[in-house]
Structure formats: structure tokens, C-alpha cells
């Protein structure tokens, strides 16, 4: 937690070069000061992102029953189901929520958070668009960050468990007879695409299996997972887009494919079909979200790991709650996530 | 608007067949009452939506500098960029914006309604899932009702000019040199399914065209989309799913297909291809909504139309501005869409 680290009227004071008085008159708008020295203490405050309100360092004496939720994500993916549970959770605990949309813009950060501190919300939850920890922010009340987790491990913060989420997959996989797993991720290097990339290999080294090929990586399109077929699989037979004529030859030595998400499991799924494999009979896919938008609107339906972002943002909001009742959490928890079985890896039989 | 329209304790006495000062003291928790006359009170304050909070009624006098987002959805695809643009406005205005979202239940919409009224927030943006019209909230603040209007003309709503989005693709269509159009719809019986075929065939009447067949409904999903191209165009020649052999043959009497979303206009394009039909030189497609999941992932990426639901957002949140410094607007505003022009129309020659 940053609550030391609260910057202080002293402090403006210091950078500005007047007395802390001076800073009060000038940020107050009262008593007579010259425009030059006013503007000095106001990019002082500024440059150290002071907030000019008093009762916001006293916040433990009295609660705003307000809570803020502040999410740096624009098109929502990830972070609406968390800011949603979150609000339900809230709701529940009679606090309203602040909403504040940062937009991956870190000035528009730094000016929804001194506004929430004005408003002197009682806590404030961080919601991120993917799960690469980030920088906390500096405030004198409780921080709870939710998908997104911050660098600091004294800070709280909830994650989802994408190894558990990998190691589950691989259980079924097993279980319904596949052997040669191939892996497809998103971008190299986001932790989303390593951590479940990691976990597979070791799940299938302590079955005593190991990855079908080298792990391949590219973006988080379905595009990018229609190619990933064809270097899994190597070119088609025939012309490029038309069905092979033999059946199962084309799988070679795959049985299955892990893709770290279902946009690119959708592609892939796509892409198996135009060369005129069967999934799941010659190859089972699966992906990773459940953003139903994809995996059911999938052929086949995808089996898939639904992260519970909800659950998420609910749990994040109970340990702010605990947390501004004086029962702070620290460090990393990692949240169950769940197996959603379909057609991509049932198979007919 | 409901300003005329709130609930006060002397309803609710009415209603409970006790004295006004009774009511204030069952809802207050003090002077000494029977039980049952306290759950009287308490079930008709409730029937009634009755806010306990005597200074929610004098608003007009000080301002909270806050607004209520109220949202009915839970899925966000609509209404998450409409609370963006919304939530954008507010912060430039110095508003902050409490989030609120029902996620259509009618019980859970009161409870937030009367949480935001306790809150004594400036005004109230309600969205919607749909643009289906909605019962208005009773509140006595300022309301503007954005993406799904009020049914109350009084009230001021912001919603998205179908038809101007519909005429911008028929424009596009004719100079494309198509003129025989079908058309594809997602429920029957909604809004937009009905504004957008009620407008492509007056716009082709006025050219002196005709809708291709008969509209065709079905929900909003990529499977309908594909399965609406059969409808269209007759049974694939030869086996299912198998491409056709004679090239432009399979298209028949049809040279466009205009879909009510990007879903639908995704799977018909999935299902034109897997017909062998080329997109767009022999059928050319549209989509609705400009959601770049599904337009930009589409083979061939979709012509379609932007509703603009941020400046939708935004301009809701000018007009609550406006209402809450006392210049309220009334009835419907329609927000002009854009035109986005991608390769599902544009032809390779």
C-alpha cells in the first residue's frame, strides 16, 4: 500500500518555496498573493499530485459510503465483468460506486484519481485490460487491484488463476485420449500467453508427454489463429482454402490444439474445417475466456475456461470492504476458474 | 419529465392510513411504535418508491456535482460505450459519475434509483440494451434516457438515427451498381430489426426498386445470418455445405444482402463463401453497428454502419448538463451514424 506516501502541504510548500499558509491561500483562492506565486504553488500541487482538500487526509475519522472504480480499459473485454461485479458486491454492502475510465491514458489516470480522492471515496478498486501487473497509484485510503494486479506485493490484489484454468484443460484433454497437444498463444510476451504456455508443458511432463512442436505465438486475432493451423499442421493439401481430399492425413501428428483464447480457438476452429478435418474427431480444440461471443458462436462450440471475472470483481470488493473496516489484505490472490465443456473436444462417440 | 411526479411522505401516509409525522418517525427508526404500524409504513414507502431523505427533495438548492449512470444492461456490448462517452462529458464538466447497472431487473432498477436519489446526484442517465422504448424512472432530478427513449415524450432522450444509417447504405448500394437487394433482420419484432426494413424499401421505392423477396427475421445471431442465405438464395446446389460449381449461378436474383447487425452480415458471409459465392463481386454485404469483433473479423471485413455510441454518451450527458443548470431539452434527438465503407461492398475491380 502506498498510505505513507501521501503528499502533504508541507511538501508543496517545500517545492513551491513559500510556507505551507501560502499554499493553503493560494490552492483556497483567498488571502492576497501575487498571480505569479499562486501559479507556482498550483503547478507544484500539480507536479506532485496534491489534493487540496483537507478532510481527504482524515478519511479514517469519517466514510463517503462511495467507493471508486477505476478502470483503465476502453473497450471493456476483461474489465466490464469485473467493474460489474465489483458494483454488485458494493450494492450489497450499501456503497455506490464511482466509475472513472482511464483509457490506458496515465494523465487521465492521475486526474480521475485526484478526483476520487476529493470525493473522498473510502477505497478504490483498479481494474487493468490484461493481466500484466502495473504501477499502483498513490492514495490515502485502501487500493484493491482486480485482473490487473500491482507490481508492489504489499499492495492486494486478485487475480484469475490461469494455471489452475491450463491445468484443468489438460486433465480433459488427457482424460478423452489426446496425446499430441499442440499450443497456440497471443502475444509473446503478456503473461497471459506464457503462464497457460508454461503450465501445459509442465502438466504434460508430469503425465510424461510433451508439447506437439514448439509453442507458436502472434497476436490475440482469429486471423492469427487460422494461420496458426497451418504451421501447426503444415500447408494444406492441394490448393490453399480447399478441402483435403484424404481425411485424417492432415492432422499428422496432432490430436488436439490448446489456444490461449477463444478468438484465436474460433480461427483455428475455421481454419481446421476449410482444410476438411473434423473437430474434435481428428483434432479437439479449446480455448480460453468463455466471451461467449466466440465460443458459442464457434463451429464447433468451444470447450474453454470461463475465468469468472465477475466472481472477480465481486471478490475484490470484499476485501476492500474488509480492508476499509481496518482488516487490510496483502499480496497476490488467485482466483478459480472454471472448465466449460462443449463440442470442440466431446467428440460424437 | 417526472419532477412533477415525486412520491412524498404525504403519499405515503395515505397510503399506510397513519399521520405524516408517523411516517417519519417509522422510517426514522424513532419514537415508540407498534411493529406492525412501522411495517406498514416501511411496505408502503417501498410500494412507492419513497426516498427517507428530506433534503433529496430540495435539490435545486445545492448541487452534488454528481450523475447517476444508470444502466439496464449486463452484457455492455450496447450500453459500455454509451457509459463511456457518457462518463467522458461528465469528467470534463467536473461531474463524477456514479455507476448504476440493473441488469434488467425491474426490483434491482429501484433499489438503485432510489440509492442514486438518497445520493442527491444531479441528474440520472438512463441506457438501455436495446433502442426499445422504456417506462421513464420517477425521480426529482433531471433525466436523459440514451440509446433506449423514455415512452414519456416529455422526457428528453438521445438515440441513434436508424434511418439516416439505413439511407447511408442504400446510397453506397446504388452507386455500387447493385439493385437487387434482400434484406435480413434480427427479431422480428423489435425496433431495430423494423426501422431499418421499413426504410431500405422506401429508399429503393424511391429509386424506382424493389426489396429482393420477402424480409426475412430471425434473432440476432451469426447462425440466422448463415441460415438466412439459404432463405435467400434457395438450397445450395449439390451437397450441403459443399461449394457450388457454377460460379456466379448460385447467387439467383440477388446482388446485395443487407443484414440488421454484424453478426448476421458475419455468418452470411461465412455461408456465402462456404456456397462459393465471391463477397462482394457476385453478392455484396452490409452489416449494422460497426462492432469491430465482428466487422473487422469477417471475411471479407464488413461494410457497415457506426452509431457513434460514445458521441451518443457524450451528448447525453450535454444534455443532462444543460437540464441541471436549469435549460432542459424534451423529446427525441437522433444522432447522426456514419458510414464505414470495407471490402464486403468495395469489389475488387
Known amino acids: ?7 502533504r502541504i508541507t511538501d508543496v510548500a517545500a517545492l513551491a518555496g513559500v510556507a505551507p499558509s ?15 506565486t499562486r501559479a507556482r504553488v498550483r503547478e507544484a500541487a500539480e507536479r506532485l499530485g496534491f489534493v487540496p482538500d483537507a478532510s481527504a487526509r482524515s478519511l479514517s475519522a469519517r466514510r463517503s459510503f462511495t467507493v471508486g472504480l477505476l478502470s483503465t480499459d476502453s473497450a471493456g473485454r476483461f474489465s466490464l465483468p469485473v467493474v460489474l461485479g465489483a ?83 489438460v486433465d480433459h484433454l488427457v482424460e478423452r485420449g489426446r496425446r499430441r497437444i499442440a499450443y497456440v498463444g497471443g502475444r ?18 508430469s503425465r510424461g508427454l510433451q508439447l506437439a512442436g514448439p509453442p507458436l505465438y502472434g497476436d490475440w486475432s482469429e486471423q492469427w489463429g487460422r494461420r496458426a493451423v497451418d504451421l501447426v499442421l503444415g500447408p494444406a493439401g492441394g490448393s490453399a482454402g480447399g478441402r483435403s481430399e484424404g481425411g485424417a492425413g492432415g492432422a499428422g501428428d496432432v490430436d488436439a490444439i490448446v489456444f490461449a483464447s477463444d478468438q484465436l480457438a474460433r480461427g483455428g476452429c475455421d481454419r481446421l474445417r476449410e482444410r476438411g478435418l473434423r473437430v474434435p474427431d481428428e483434432v479437439a480444440v479449446t480455448g480460453y475466456d468463455d466471451w461467449e461471443v466466440m465460443s458459442l458462436a464457434s463451429r464447433p462450440p468451444l470447450t474453454t475456461v470461463d475465468m469468472q471475472l465477475e466472481r472477480l470483481g465481486q471478490r475484490a470488493a470484499e476485501l476492500l470492504i474488509a480492508a476499509i473496516e481496518g482488516e487490510p489484505a496483502r499480496g497476490v490472490e488467485r482466483l478459480a476458474p472454471r472448465l466449460v465443456v462443449r463440442a470442440s473436444t466431446l467428440g460424437d462417440g
Chains 1, 2 share one sequence.
Open 87 to 169: 458494483e454488485n458486491a458494493l450494492v450489497g454492502g450499501e456503497l455506490s460506486a464511482l466509475l472513472a475510465t482511464a483509457r490506458h491514458d496515465p494523465v487521465r489516470e492521475q486526474h480521475h484519481v485526484r478526483a476520487l480522492v476529493a470525493r473522498r471515496v473510502d477505497g478504490i478498486i483498479v481494474t487493468g485490460r490484461t493481466t500484466e501487473p502495473r504501477e499502483p497509484i498513490r492514495v490515502p485510503m485502501p487500493v484493491v487491484y482486480a485482473f490487473a494486479p500491482s507490481t508492489d506485493p504489499d499492495d492486494a490484489s486478485v487475480v484469475p488463476d490461469d494455471a489452475a484454468g491450463m491445468r484443468l484443460l
Open 22 to 36: 501560502t499554499v493553503s491561500k493560494a490552492l483556497n483562492g483567498n488571502g492576497s498573493l501575487r498571480e505569479s
Open 1 to 7: 500500500m502506498e498510505r505513507g506516501s501521501v503528499v
Open 188 to 205: 509473446a510476451e503478456q503473461a497471459a500467453s506464457l503462464v497457460r504456455h508454461d503450465t501445459l508443458v509442465a502438466e504434460l511432463g
